[in-house]
Each structure stands twice: as C-alpha cells, then as structure tokens.
T-cell receptor
Framework: AQSVTQLDSHVSVSEGTPVLLRCNYS??????LFWYVQHPNKGLQLLLK??????LVKGINGFEAEFKKSETSFHLTKPSAHMSDAAEYFC?????????FGTGTSLTVIP | GAGVSQSPSNKVTEKGKDVELRCDPI?????LYWYRQSLGQGLEFLIY????????KSGLPSDRFSAERTGGSVSTLTIQRTQQEDSAVYLC??????????????FGPGTRLTVL
C-alpha cells in the first residue's frame, strides 16, 4: 500500500530563517515524489520532483528536497524563508498512474 | 501553451439541486483526475480517466457523484441532489501520455462549490 505522511500540519518560521517541511512515504515500488505549493485561493503549483537522477532535487523559489531511501523521506527545505513562501505545501507520491497526497503543511512566515 | 481550465470558477447552488463542473485538460494529455478539497483539508481523490480505458471511480463518495469524459478530452463532473457537505473546491488535473513515471500532474484553478 502507498501512503504519504506529512509530519507537521503547521510550521511557523521567522522571515530569513530556514524552512523544513517533513514528508515520509511508504511505497511498494520505486516511487516518484513531488512537492506542490498552494497559495491562498490559488491552484496547485509544482515546486520540484524526484526523478532518480539525483537524490538532492532543486526546485523553484530556492526550495530543495532530498530523497533518502533508507529513511523513506523526502523533506522539503529552504535556507531562508520569505514572506511570499506562506502557503500550503503538499507532498505527493506517484505509483503507476495514481497520485497519493499528504494532508498538507501550512507554512506561516513571521515578519 | 494553455493550461488546464475549469468552469465555472465559482458555483453557488441550493441544497437538492444538480450541478455540473467542467474540466478542459491540456491538449494531448490522456490522463485526467478529479479531486475534492474541503476547507483546510488535503486533496481527496474522486475519479481518474486514462485514454479509452474504463475510469477508476473508486474515490467517488456516493452515487450522487458521476463523471464522464467525452472524446478523450473534456470532462464533466456531475453532482446530483447536492448536500451542504458537498461544498468544497473541486480540482481537475491532467498528465501527459506515457513517458517517465515522474511526469507530474498539471492542475486547473478549481471550481469553488457552495451549497446553501
């Protein structure tokens, strides 16, 4: 069975400090992994995706994620938070043609 | 190029009425998904179409929900006898045909449904 667990429903950071949003997955197969961002009243936008070419994946807006097979994790990071990063973030696992979404992490950035 | 489009963007209806939500996927995308996102919640899978194959309806919450995809392109999600708990944002996504497994979904802006 496939599943995605986002370990924090809410994360709050100060502007300019690092961001860490955690995601663990379970999959019977070699998964494809994605992070999406959803700003208030906006659609979902792809931040980055794991393609097996490299375990450290760079995405848009300075975000990165590292695939760790031994830990079944795909945590999202950013060195320095910006006010515009405040949004909902979703970790997604693709197995075959099915996509499994985590419950989301709401990121608040404090000025 | 054009992305996934959905209409209407907002729909307000009265309890008991039927509604139709439309999705236009990206041209050439053979896979199409419908999701529901309730306020402050994650995405709930509803139904999935892949080419001419029978759709995967395993996520439809009740028999009041149905969807069709005509000509392998446009899809319509129909909710009959709407209930207040159907109020949510309905999202549509499409993916390109074949290709690597890391092809992502492209999402539309959603239809916000409010049932009074």
């Amino acid at each position: 069975a496939q599943s995605v667990t986002q370990l924090d429903s809410h994360v709050s950071v100060s502007e300019g400090t690092p961001v860490l949003l955690r995601c663990n997955y379970s999959s019977s197969y070699s998964p494809s992994l994605f992070w999406y961002v959803q700003h208030p009243n906006k659609g979902l936008q792809l931040l980055l995706k794991y393609t097996s070419a490299a375990t450290l994946v760079k995405g848009i807006n300075g975000f990165e994620a590292e695939f760790k097979k031994s830990e079944t994790s795909f945590h999202l990071t950013k060195p320095s938070a910006h006010m515009s990063d405040a949004a909902e973030y979703f970790c997604v696992v693709r197995t075959g043609n099915q996509f499994y979404f985590g419950t989301g992490t709401s990121l608040t950035v404090i000025p | 190029g054009a992305g996934v489009s959905q209409s209407p963007s907002n729909k307000v209806t009265e309890k008991g009425k039927d509604v139709e939500l439309r999705c236009d996927p990206i041209s050439g995308h053979t896979a199409l998904y419908w999701y529901r996102q309730s306020l402050g919640q994650g995405l709930e899978f509803l139904i999935y179409f892949q080419g001419n194959s029978a759709p995967d309806k395993s996520g439809l919450p009740s028999d009041r929900f149905s969807a069709e995809r005509t000509g392998g392109s446009v899809s319509t999600l129909t909710i009959q006898r709407t209930q207040q708990e159907d109020s949510a944002v309905y999202l549509c996504a499409s993916t390109p045909p074949g290709g690597p497994s890391y092809n992502e979904q492209f999402f539309g802006p959603g239809t916000r449904l409010t049932v009074l």
